[in-house]
């Protein structure tokens, strides 16, 4: 059996679109001073403030070793805060500071630039956001 061509694979076509993304959001976050990693975590912090570094590395698939310098440079940009868990000094939480709930406000205009970006109307880009998070689901449960 022979492979088929590179552009052919459903991977190929996922990383591309990744890649793609990546590159639309980093014109609207880069003025902000943020990474699109570090905005990730804040649309996470302002869905539910005060989150543990293993909560966060579970959410957004990221490993601590990636993380934790990720939020090390966040804390030194006066984002968010890392305390040890009263409950458990293993534990480090991760909490917004006031410039960091002053981004949510700065940044509300990235999610309409990215859907304009993509050319896709609500519905199709709702069905595309289900198909991809199925995807990713059977796939993690393979």
């Known amino acids: 059996m022979t492979h088929p061509a590179l552009n052919d694979h459903i991977c190929f076509a996922l990383y591309g679109a990744h890649q793609a993304m990546s590159a639309a959001y980093k014109p609207l976050l880069e003025p902000l001073g943020l990474t699109y990693p570090q905005y990730l975590v804040l649309l996470l912090l302002w869905e539910q403030d005060d989150q543990t570094v293993g909560g966060i590395g579970g959410?957004?698939?990221l490993q601590s070793n990636t993380l934790t310098p990720l939020l090390k440079r966040m804390e030194q940009a006066g984002f968010v805060k890392r305390t040890r868990s009263a409950a458990d000094?293993?534990?480090?939480?991760?909490?917004?500071t006031e410039a960091g709930r002053g981004l949510q406000a700065a940044s509300a205009h990235v999610p309409g630039c990215i859907m304009k970006a993509t050319g896709l109307e609500m519905p199709a880009l709702h069905a595309l956001h289900q198909q991809?998070?199925?995807?990713?689901?059977?796939?993690?449960?393979?």
């Open 89 to 96: 000094e293993r534990q480090v939480r991760i909490g917004l």
């Open 59 to 61: 959410k957004l698939g």
């Open 132 to 142: 991809i998070s199925a995807l990713r689901d059977r796939l993690q449960d393979s």
